[in-house]
């Protein structure tokens, strides 16, 4: 077997944690699997897996090496693909926010995977930094302003925000008409997981950008914890429309401060710019670019038209 080949069986048993399901999936015996595992870790002198009775995992050494296989053997793919001229093929890794991914890229994947049928995606939800290259990732996607980075970030639309709280909150504590109105009034905050830091509440004024912070009844890190707070009335919060246009229609959110919005926030797609763009990472670009396109006008839209 050579050094290739050896680096796809070392990917499968990674991703089966088995070596017997990984030497079913490549159709060689089993004893072939575990040899040829022994000895990459013979001639690379380090651990690269942890056995136990139940399950194979990858070592810390394990992990960084099954990444750079990742990226090695795609290039190779991807090389090979360039110059046959051959449709765009394999497996795409994507990092995504999970609830901006389920509203403006999975309704549209059953037409996406019928024009490329021959890419498998892999989609991974979570809002931390993402090394790309390291973590054998082919692009992310990302909401609101980036930090400076050595990655290209296309963005691909411009989210509406507004300010809400639910009718029970605004009896209780009074509809602010003004920022002025806001003294008095609690937030659910979104607390940064890096400096545990509460975001405060921001608005438009006269084309200028104010922020106001306001003490939080509840402060959490993750968006499906954050509507849920809204929604049980535990104090003002600013989202993006679409997140809540079914509550406004329904009346069991209210819009606030209307003529002074929080500022929009652009979505991105990053990927590396270090290494060249594949075949399937270029179609998936531009396919969710025209896709964020699309639905987020009609997303304001129906935004704007919610009285």
Partial sequence: MDRFDAMRLFIRVVERRSFTQAAHDMEVPRSTCTKVIRELETRLGTRLLQRTTRVVRPTLDGEAYYHRCLGILGDIEDADGAFLGATPKGLLRVEVQGTIARHFLLPALPAFFERYPDIELSL????????????????????????????????????????????????????????????????????????????????????????VSLPSTLSVTGTESYLAGIRLGLGIAQ?????????????????????????????SLLYSRTRQLSPRVRVFLDWAAREFAARAASSAHAHRGIP
């Fill in 124 to 211: 991974s939800e979570s809002d931390r930094w993402v090394d790309l290259v390291q973590e054998g990732v082919d692009c992310a996607l990302r909401w609101g302003h980036l930090r400076d980075s050595e990655l290209v970030a296309r963005q691909v639309a411009m989210l509406d925000r507004l300010t809400c709280a639910t009718p029970e909150y605004l009896a209780r504590h009074g509809k602010p008409e003004t920022l002025e109105d806001l003294h008095g009034h609690r937030v659910v905050g979104i607390r940064s997981i890096t400096t545990g830091t509460v975001t405060p509440l921001e608005f438009i004024v006269d084309g200028r950008q104010h922020a």
């Fill in 239 to 267: 989202v993006p429309a679409f997140h809540v246009e079914e509550d406004l229609r329904r009346g069991t959110l209210v819009e606030l401060l209307r003529g002074t919005p929080p500022p929009s926030m652009p979505v």
